[in-house]
């Protein structure tokens, strides 16, 4: 098709072809990443289709293929089988959570994880510094963790199901270390995981740094749904999957056991490797009467276990255990030994002490209470949002239609005292009519500033 007929034709985007150099592709991907990062194409807009963009700038169809592809990996696009590429919802900005902030805000965006029962790890410290093998916890010896460590995590990951030995479990720097070991150990720039639609900002961040592509996978109020992965998988090359079965973040959705097997089915029969984020199931065994351990069991060849300890017992000592099938071992290992390269055997050792002890399990159940009591009161403002999820989330999935612009909401809500995270942080493709908060209830200083908090919120949302 001639340029000129397309002179006065809708396109979404329209690249200044004078400006092109070779390689084409690469160059184009260029435009394309300005165009997005200054603001010019927004979050959800639909590209031109590759040939009808070909047409336009009068090239080959395989070279804005290369170009989709370059950007793609590049986490700035995505694409949806039978409805076209779009911008990324995220492309623009950061959406890693943390509170580096100094403002004096109700703490409603991040997690914490009930910082009083701190009290109990302090008192432990100094059990730990009597040790007579203190030098060997300051060394730079076993990159996995010492052994008694091990047997420690073993013994805690027990009563959710895990049954595995200490040459398939490592100690590391807390969950989002163990994230980026199992990404770098695992796949390569341009593979592509399957995620829930709204999954953890972190796990979006990493695979954007590491170019990793994210396939959403539509769920409902049990998570994913094992046709919606099946089909997506048998249309791409998809080759992991990441969840969070015992309460997704950030919509606390939980995967009974039922769903679990019919996942783990499609799993294996497409040969994915599995990323199970298990960080709450402390909140969920024992009392989750469908709660029949994790997803592991059923598909330990193909998975990557991953129990953080951050929420369950201490999130500052930066603690989590990584268990593994044989085939994934080595690989897992020599990623370890790169990027961990040494978990403080000192912070290890006070959290092993903590289970040890029994102390670990006095402050699960204080968190508990805790989560109990701020789950109560958050109904008490919002209470038709409290059916659905699990009972004891640290954080709530609140509906807010008709609230359509994140940042805007965010600044807004920060201007009457709150911070709130958006669930534009949280998409993993594309931008959806429905617009939610996540409401953290583990992070204010006292339940009477979570009361003026939630006040605030409602007053605002009407």
Same mark, same amino acid.
């Given at each position: 098709m001639p ?7 809708? /396109? ?13 592709? *690469?160059?184009?991907?260029?435009? $394309? +990443? ?14 031109p289709?590759?040939r009808?963009?070909?047409?336009? =700038? ?5 070279t ?9 990996k ?13 911008? #990324?919802p ?11 902030s ?9 997690v914490a994880?009930?910082?009083e029962?701190?009290?109990v790890?302090k008192d ?13 916890l ?8 010492? #052994?008694h460590?091990? #047997?420690?995590a ?8 895990i049954? @595995? ?13 163990a ?5 770098t150990?695992?796949? +390569? ?7 829930d639609l ?5 796990f979006i ?8 592509? =994210? ?7 049990d998570g /994913? $749904? ?5 089909k997506q ?9 990441f969840? /969070? ?18 996942? #783990?089915n499609?799993?294996r ?25 994790p ?7 193909? !998975? ?7 929420k369950?017992?201490c ?7 990584? %268990?593994y099938?044989?085939? =994934? ?7 370890i030994f790169n990027?961990?390269?040494? !978990? ?7 959290? !092993?002490? =903590?289970?040890?002890?029994g ?5 699960v159940?204080?968190?508990k209470?805790?989560?109990?009591? !701020? ?11 409290g ?8 954080y709530?999935?609140l509906s %807010? ?7 805007? $909401? ?6 009457r ?12 493709g ?5 617009k939610?908060?996540?409401? @953290? &209830?583990?992070?204010?200083? *006292? ?13 605002y &949302?009407?």
């Open positions: 340029v000129n007929s397309f002179d006065n034709y809708p /396109m979404s985007w329209k690249p200044d072809k004078s400006i092109l150099k070779r390689p084409f592709y *690469s160059s184009i991907a260029s435009l $394309l +990443e300005n165009d997005i990062v200054n603001g010019f194409l927004a979050p959800g807009t639909k590209l289709p590759q009808e963009l070909a047409d336009f =700038l009068d090239l080959n169809f395989t804005i293929t290369r170009a989709y592809n370059l950007c793609e590049r986490g700035l696009i995505y694409a949806v089988t039978g409805s076209g590429t779009f911008v #990324a995220n492309a623009t900005r950061s959406i890693t959570i943390s509170k580096d100094t403002e004096d805000l109700i703490e409603f965006g991040f994880s009930f910082e029962t701190n009290t790890v432990i410290i100094p059990k730990v510094i009597e040790k007579s093998y203190l030098e060997q300051l060394n730079y010896n076993e990159p996995t963790g010492i #052994a460590q091990k #047997a420690a073993l013994n805690w990951m027990k009563s959710f199901g049954e @595995a030995d200490q040459e398939h479990t490592a100690i590391v720097s807390g969950t989002q270390n994230l980026a070991i199992a990404l150990a695992l796949f +390569e720039p341009g593979n592509r995981i399957a995620t709204y999954t953890y900002s972190n961040e990493l695979s954007k740094i590491l170019h990793i592509q =994210l396939v959403p996978i539509l769920g409902d109020q /994913m $749904l094992p046709d919606e992965l099946d998988c048998s249309q791409l090359n998809i080759h992991g999957v969840l /969070m079965p015992s309460c997704c973040n950030p919509t606390t959705v939980m995967i009974p056991d039922f769903r679990k097997r019919e996942l #783990a499609i799993i029969k497409h040969r994915l490797i599995l990323i199970e984020d298990d960080i709450h199931a402390y909140l969920t065994a024992g009392i989750i009467s469908d709660y029949q351990g997803m592991f069991h059923l598909i330990p060849e193909q !998975t990557v276990y991953i129990c953080g300890t951050s369950s017992i999130s500052g000592l930066r603690v989590a255990y990584m %268990v099938g044989d085939t =994934l071992r080595e690989r897992i290992l020599r990623a990027i961990n390269v040494k !978990t403080s055997s000192l912070d290890a050792e006070v959290i !092993t002490e =903590l289970i040890l002890s102390k670990a399990q006095e402050i159940m204080q968190k209470q805790l989560a109990q009591i !701020t789950n109560d009161i958050y109904l008490e403002y919002f209470p038709s949002s059916n659905f999820g699990h009972p004891l989330s640290f709530r999935w %807010v239609q008709g609230h359509h612009y994140g940042d805007k $909401l965010e600044n807004e809500l920060k201007k005292g709150i911070r709130v995270f958006h669930s534009d942080r949280f998409l993993s594309q931008t959806t009519p429905d939610y908060l996540r409401i @953290a &209830l583990s992070s204010t200083k *006292s339940v009477d500033e979570l009361k003026i908090g939630l006040n605030i919120l409602k007053q &949302l009407g």
